[in-house]
């Protein structure tokens, strides 16, 4: 018995169906991945960093954008990042960017692999991205990669300071955090000086 080859999506389908789809689709090497739902921690995390970057890079030339923003990383490659933040106004047209300055993922246990690994190293790739920022929900953990570092990892926990270099900006850890709902985000707010 013979398996019939996979029929390819052309990226021009691709993207014509994306701008119709009610689901988000991820496209990889002309295979498309519906985008799976997200939790409340996640949902919060991504809001509380959105807003933190949309009050910090007010009247400065860089925007962040939520999770619809679409991001092409390779010529058959394209993903929709948590949060990605455009400087100068580099877009390929209303919906897509090949530019992104900042990428943001929050990791899940269904995305943590993804995120870290294949994701990471795609997102490398794109010339104008200087930081890459993943966010654990389950438990208190931020993680950049810079360019300047050559992508050699930083860790932020509970009583840290992030420092965007990219953007000048900096992002307290109980801040990402705010009103997320985890074993250790609870544990912090719930000692006798959560601040230290």
């Not at 962040?64 to 390929?92: G, H, M, W």
């Amino acid at each position: 018995m013979s398996l019939a080859p996979k029929t390819l999506l052309s990226i021009q389908d691709y993207l014509a169906g994306e701008r119709l789809s009610e689901v988000r689709h991820e496209y990889v090497e002309g295979v498309v991945y519906a985008m799976a739902g997200t939790s409340i921690n996640h949902n919060q995390i991504t809001a509380n960093v959105l807003t933190e970057l949309k009050t910090k890079l007010k009247g400065k030339n860089c925007r962040p954008f939520s999770s619809d923003l679409l991001v092409k990383t390779s010529a058959s490659r394209y993903r929709y990042p948590d949060v990605t933040v455009i400087c100068n106004e580099q877009f390929l047209d209303d919906y897509s960017t090949e530019s992104p300055t900042l990428i943001v993922e929050v990791l899940s246990n269904g995305t943590r692999k993804t995120d870290r690994q294949i994701k990471r190293l795609e997102y490398m790739q794109i010339p104008s991205l200087q930081e890459y920022m993943l966010i654990e929900q389950d438990f208190v953990q931020v993680e950049v990669f810079r360019r300047s570092q050559a992508w050699q990892p930083s860790y932020y926990y509970w009583t840290d300071v992030v420092t965007l270099e990219s953007l000048g900006v900096n992002l307290t850890v109980p801040d990402i955090y705010e009103q997320v709902n985890n074993a250790e985000v609870l544990q912090w707010l719930n000692s006798p000086n959560p601040t230290l």
